[in-house]
Every structure is written in structure tokens, then in C-alpha cells.
């Protein structure tokens, strides 16, 4: 049971343009959402998160949109830039540390 | 800022041997520690809480005989695969949470993960 989904395996962006990675999720306990970037063969890095009591967090060119009545968050990346080319995941939490991950969106921004 | 060290990074080994693979958090002390599995194109799953000074929670469905975890200090969590089998080859996380969280958050934006060790069962 995918608690965490991202439908989307891959996403192919212009660099300049705005990215638009999607999360959704079915526990409607879940209070705290977060999103990763990885690069291959390395762990996982914090990007941003935002907590159920929030709609949008912002921090520099990534901005966090939660819709809870849809069960769904976004990452928005603006402008995206070829450094941002990696898998994003998006994961959710219920006040303990026990992350429960999507599967993971690759962005390919190109030049 | 906070750094998390995994070692080692790759391992090969033959089936039906043990390897350890250690996680330690470099500047600061974890008094929880957590273990993710990753197969390739699908998502982390989280294999095991580690707990210094008491016994691993494991999550439902991971044989805790087979991966034995030990958390012998506030600094170091070490994930042993006993009798390894080709089915175990996978990519290995650990994460470590800061003891002390920033007030006000579920704590969980400040965990931070390990490089990774990629585990090649032959």
C-alpha cells in the first residue's frame, strides 16, 4: 500500500522555465511533508517542507504548495536551472521521524 | 552543517557472508538513527529504527535476524547482513536526527541522511 505517490517518473524542463514536481498522499494523518533531492549514488538531501497547518512555504526558487483537502502537495522550482537535474522525493510524516517516501520524480532541466 | 557518514560506500560480496555497514553522525549526537533500503527506480523503504542502548523497531516484513542493527553510542548505528543472498543487493541509507530539533517542527526536517552504500550480493 503506496501511502506516498509521485505518478510521474520523469519530467523534462527548459532551463529558465518553472518545474512542477507532484506528490500525493492517502493518510490524512500525515502532518508534515517534506521534499528530497538525490543525486545517484548519494543519500538524500533536504530541500524544503511545510507543515499541515501551512499552504505554501517558500524558501528561494522552491516554493511548497499543500492542498490537503486534495491530498496533494507540489514543488515548484522557478527558474529551474541544470544544476536542479536529479530525483526529487517527496515524503510525509506523522509527528515521529518515520518518513514514509513516493517513488521519486527525475527532472532533466536542459539547457 | 550536520553530516552523516556512511562506510562503506560500495561493497561486493560472495553470497552467504556478512557485511557490516556503519552510519555515524559526525557533529552532532543521534540518539535515533534510521535505516532505508532502496531498490532501483522505486522508492526508500524504511527497514528499522535504531535506538541507542536498546533494541532496533523493525518495520513489518524485515527479518531482524537478518539484519542485525546495533546503536552503541550517540555517534554510531551499524547495519550487520548476515548470510547475504543476491536478493539483498540493494542501495543501503541510514539517517540521524539531531537529538535537539528546532522547537515547533515534528523534528523530521532535521534528519539528515548518509551517502548511501550500494551492496552487490554475487
Known amino acids: 500500500d503506496q501511502q506516498v505517490k509521485q505518478n510521474s517518473p520523469s519530467l523534462s524542463v527548459q532551463e529558465g522555465r518553472i518545474s512542477i514536481l507532484n506528490c500525493d498522499y492517502t493518510n490524512s494523518m500525515f502532518d508534515y511533508f517534506l521534499w528530497y533531492k538525490k543525486y545517484p549514488a548519494e543519500g538524500p538531501t533536504f530541500l524544503i517542507s511545510?507543515?499541515?497547518?501551512?499552504d505554501k512555504n517558500e524558501d528561494g526558487r522552491f516554493t511548497v504548495f499543500l492542498n490537503k483537502s486534495a491530498k496533494h502537495l507540489s514543488l515548484h522550482i522557478v527558474p529551474s536551472q541544470p544544476g536542479d537535474s536529479a530525483v526529487y522525493f517527496c515524503?510525509?510524516?506523522?509527528?515521529?521521524?518515520?518518513?514514509?517516501f513516493g517513488t521519486g520524480t527525475r527532472l532533466q532541466v536542459f539547457p | 552543517g550536520a553530516v552523516v557518514s556512511q562506510h562503506p560506500s560500495w561493497v561486493i560480496c560472495k553470497s552467504g557472508t556478512s557485511v557490516k555497514i556503519e552510519c555515524r553522525s559526525l557533529?552532532?549526537?543521534?540518539?535515533?538513527m534510521f535505516w532505508y533500503r532502496q531498490f532501483p527506480k522505486q522508492s526508500l523503504m524504511l527497514m528499522a529504527t535504531s535506538n541507542e542502548g536498546s533494541k532496533a523497531t523493525y518495520e513489518q516484513g524485515v527479518e531482524k535476524d537478518k539484519f542485525l542493527i546495533n546503536h552503541a553510542s550517540l555517534t554510531l548505528s551499524t547495519l550487520t547482513v548476515t548470510s547475504a543472498h543476491p536478493e539483498d543487493s540493494s542501495f543501503y541509507i541510514c539517517s540521524a536526527r539531531d537529538q535537539f530539533p528546532i522547537a515547533g517542527t515534528s523534528g523530521a526536517g532535521e534528519l539528515f541522511f548518509g551517502e548511501g552504500s550500494r551492496l552487490t550480493v554475487l
Open positions: 515524503a510525509a510524516t506523522h509527528v515521529t521521524d518515520k518518513l514514509i
Open positions: 511545510i507543515s499541515s497547518i501551512k
Open positions: 557533529d552532532f549526537q543521534a540518539t535515533t
